[in-house]
Every structure is written in C-alpha cells, then in structure tokens.
C-alpha cells in the first residue's frame, strides 16, 4: 500500500546518538510531505479528468454508432425508394405503351373506316355524276329534238280559245 502524506508526517526515527539532525530531518520530511501532497492532488486531477475524457468518448462514440446506424437505415430507405420508383416508373411505362398501342389501333381502325367510307363516296359519286350526266345529256337531247320546232310552229287561234272557253263556262 502506498504511503499517505499523514503516514510520512506521523513517521518517526529511533533516535541515536550519533543520528541525524532532527531538525533536518523534520525540514525535509515537509517538503517531501508537500511534493508528496501536489503529486497526490494532480493525480487526482488526472485521474478526474481521464475520466472525464472517457465518458465524453463514450458519448462520442455512442452518438457516432448511432450515426453510423441512422446512415445505414437512410441507405436501406433510399434504396427502397429507387427500388419503389423503378417499379413504378417501369409500371407506369407498361401502362403508356398499352395505352399508345390501343390509341394506334383505335387510329388505324377508324383509318380504315375512313377509307372504306371514301371508297365507298368514290363510288356513289362516280354513280351520281354518270346518272347526271346521263339526265343531262337526255335534257340536251331533248332541247335538240324537233319536238320543240314543231311546237313552235303549232298555231292555236287566242279567239276560238275564248269561245270555246265561254262554251264551257255556260254549259
């Protein structure tokens, strides 16, 4: 067991007769007992402050483990969101190019439809215009017949046609 400062004060010597100079020995036994003292007391502020940086790197280690955690969990969360947009972007680009596709179909079908309708317009018209063509020509060649010129040259008297007309009322 190490020796306190009381034990060093409260030591005393066999005396002799040729010993040392008690006085002396008293003087430098309080200087020791003073060393002795500072040493014990800056010990003492070491050991607090040793265990003071101990517990302040135990703090610092319990918040940097905590970090640590805290950053693998936002690294587990971030992937899980790129995994969830992925799947989602992937879903939504499924869905727009079914979309695109019916869109286009429904595009070429009224296509088609359309142009069966024209064709089908082509046709009655072509039917129309020959049709017309053919009342037409008929007209024309009616105006052209001599029917007209004999028409022309009928002579009906305005006269015998009112008393005639007056023939008829009376009866």
Known sequence: MPLTPLDIHNKEFAKTFRGYDEDEVNEFLDQVIKDYEMIIREKQELENRVKELEEK?????????????????????????????????KLIIREAEKNADRIVNEALSKARKIALEIEDLKKQSKV????????????????????????????????????????????
């Open 57 to 89: 790197l135990k703090h610092f280690s319990s918040i940097e483990e905590t970090l640590n955690k805290s950053i693998v969990v936002a690294q587990e969360a971030a992937e899980e969101v790129r995994g969830s947009a992925q799947k989602e972007a």
């Open 128 to 171: 129309f215009r020959n049709r017309f063509k053919l009342l037409i020509e008929a007209q024309l060649d009616m105006i052209n017949s001599n029917d007209w010129e004999q028409l022309m040259e009928f002579n009906v008297d305005a006269t015998e046609l009112k008393s005639a007309e007056e023939n008829i009322v009376i009866k």
